[in-house]
């Protein structure tokens, strides 16, 4: 029997181990290699999703989203909108009969349309935040949802990066391929829980903690 705790605090994720997405990871930059991406896409039944776009730090002052993360289990395609835009293929492929995963979409589907006045919400999609509940999971952070269930930290500490240097870094690669591929695999291990009911909540009651005790989550 899987036991799954309703909550868990910063302290309990700032200590685990850090998770990275193990599988290929292909950076496309030009509509070819979208083309090419698209086609293997379309042979899955599940994706995870995610975008990243350049933080500004002056106010008044905003980018256009910069990348979309689209993954399978093993597999993480990183699309640079920001050099090749949003074709109308990959526009057919966020609104088509695949099912795509992902956390926080309003804010996705946002900057997607503002590049290009698409609507991608028309698409099939499973937002996590409203999944989640049905296992009594309270959480609405892509961390913490994978902490409570894996007992992993996803890292952070690449988030505020320049999504739109000449070169993205190993780095920036690997985050922004775990956000995707940890959608798919949070959806994967629910419905797997779901199917068998091998599982039961355990409701954690939340501690007043001391602000000396707080600690960095990266």
């Known amino acids: 029997m899987v036991t799954l705790k309703n909550k868990i605090s910063k302290q309990e994720v700032a200590g685990m181990e850090k998770v990275h997405f193990s599988g290929r990871i292909y950076v496309i930059n030009t509509e070819s290699e979208a083309r090419k991406a698209i086609e293997y896409l379309n042979t899955h039944v599940l994706v995870g999703v995610d975008t990243e776009t350049k933080p500004s730090f002056k106010k008044g002052t905003t980018h ?6 689209i993954s399978t289990e093993d597999t993480c395609f990183l699309f640079r909108l920001n050099r ?3 074709p109308d293929y990959l526009e057919d492929f966020l609104v088509n009969d695949v099912l795509k ?4 979409l309003k804010d996705d589907f946002n900057m997607l349309r503002r590049r290009n006045k698409m609507n991608p919400q028309n698409g099939n999609w499973i937002e996590l935040q409203d999944y989640v509940p049905r296992f009594g999971i309270e959480e609405k952070s892509l961390q913490k949802i994978y902490a409570l ?7 952070k ?6 999504w739109e240097a000449d070169v993205l870094t190993e780095g920036q690669q690997l985050y922004a391929a775990t956000d995707a591929w940890a959608c798919v695999r949070i959806f994967t291990y629910l419905q797997e829980l779901e199917s068998s009911g091998n599982y039961q909540v355990e409701k954690v009651l939340e501690e007043k903690i001391k602000p000396s005790e707080v600690l960095p989550v990266e």
């Open 157 to 162: 500490s690449q988030r505020l990066s320049n």
């Open 149 to 155: 269930l894996f007992g992993q930290k996803i890292s």
């Open 101 to 104: 995963v992902g956390l926080s």
């Open 64 to 69: 256009k989203v910069a990348l979309l993360q």
């Open 84 to 86: 090749m835009g949003l």
